[in-house]
């Protein structure tokens, strides 16, 4: 398959490079891009990657199979629709649209049309991700209750647009997107209700942050936070369950599995804890726990191209459904007039 990246940005240029490794196993090859900047334009060719003039150049193509489309968030739609018409495959990087208006029209458009349009939600294959998938999917902590998952740096919003909200900017869109489709793939039910406050430090239009609560029917808690003015970020993920507690503290997925192995005779001893004393919270030791690595899982190399070509020619599903993606975009949506509103959302998603 021939695909043609449009947008040569940060991800269009990240894409590139993936597919020109992932090329050596035949199935997909980069055949050129098209970009508005004369600048990445110019990078491209340096690169030696064609450079078409045109939209309408790529539509007319029939050696084009498939387009990825790595433009700013509310040039999305534009691009699905012109693409899905041509009868290119198309994959486009998150998020897809603006709102779930929009993400509906952009599937209803290649649905019509008979072409395979995935989003590219690339975290789903983190390493550190797929662990804590597996950690609680094999009962490594016993039950599982409560799913603690953070992304914090200290280097604000990222480029320009990302700052303006016609242009879909902001944190929610930016990260939520994939961290509310990992927790919404980790937990297996509905959620109940939730409640999320939006952070504005830099004095933005759109948030550069958010804490957001989740509550599912089964029980099970989630807390997603997102932080661009944090200099000393904590755990990637705290997941804690009936029978002890697993940390990832980075995607270098160092951290562990602490799991309760008291017996009869186990004796905790208080400790001095500030101006006081406490038996309640003093570290558990000895042979009250037991101590395990972290059970890595790793995802299989371009495990998402590898999907979307075997989707585009019948032999697979394509993993990332629609369904999947608008039950993403409905939280985020609830999320954000929770924060506007400042109350909890009792709704069924």
Not at 196 to 221: A, H, P, T, W
Not at 327 to 334: C, D, I
């Amino acid at each position: 398959m021939k695909i043609v990246i449009i947008g040569f940005g940060g991800m269009g240029s990240y894409h590139s490079t993936l597919l020109k490794e992932y090329a050596k196993d035949g199935d997909l090859e980069l055949c050129g891009i098209y970009d508005i900047d004369p600048e990445r334009v110019k990078a491209a060719k340096e690169q030696g990657i064609k450079a078409y003039a045109s939209p309408e150049e790529i539509w007319n193509d029939k050696n084009v199979d498939a387009v990825l489309i790595a433009t700013p968030n509310d040039v999305h739609e534009e691009y699905v629709e012109a693409a899905a018409a041509a009868k290119k495959n198309i994959i486009c990087e998150k998020p897809i649209a603006c709102n779930s208006a929009q993400a509906e029209r952009m599937y209803n458009a290649a649905e019509k049309a008979g072409v395979v349009f995935e989003v590219h939600q690339n975290r789903r294959w983190d390493d550190d991700y797929l662990t804590v998938k597996n950690i609680i999917a094999q009962g490594k902590i016993g039950d599982t209750y409560r799913i603690e998952s953070r992304v914090m740096g200290a280097n604000g919003i990222p480029g320009a647009w990302r700052k303006e909200k016609k242009r879909g900017g902001g944190m929610m869109l930016d990260w939520g997107v994939h961290l509310i489709d990992q927790i919404l793939l980790a937990v297996p039910s509905k959620v109940e209700s939730l409640f999320c406050e939006y952070s504005y430090i830099y004095g933005e239009e759109v948030d550069d942050g958010f804490d957001l609560l989740i509550n599912f029917e089964n029980g099970v808690k989630s807390r997603i936070i997102v932080a661009t003015d944090c200099f000393r970020p904590m755990a990637r993920w705290q997941v804690y369950g009936t029978q002890g507690t697993a940390t990832i503290q980075s995607w270098d997925l160092s951290g562990g599995i602490t799991c309760d192995a008291a017996t009869e005779n186990t004796h905790i001893e208080g400790i001095r804890a500030g101006n006081g004393f406490t038996r309640t919270m003093a570290p558990r030791t000895g042979n009250s726990v037991q101590e395990y690595e972290l059970p890595i899982v790793h995802a299989e190399p371009f495990a998402f191209y590898k999907n979307f070509v075997a989707a585009c020619e019948g032999r697979e599903n394509a993993l990332i459904r629609r369904e999947q993606v608008l039950r993403v975009f409905r939280l985020m949506e609830a999320a954000e007039r929770s924060a506007a509103e400042n109350v909890v959302i009792k709704e069924k998603i």
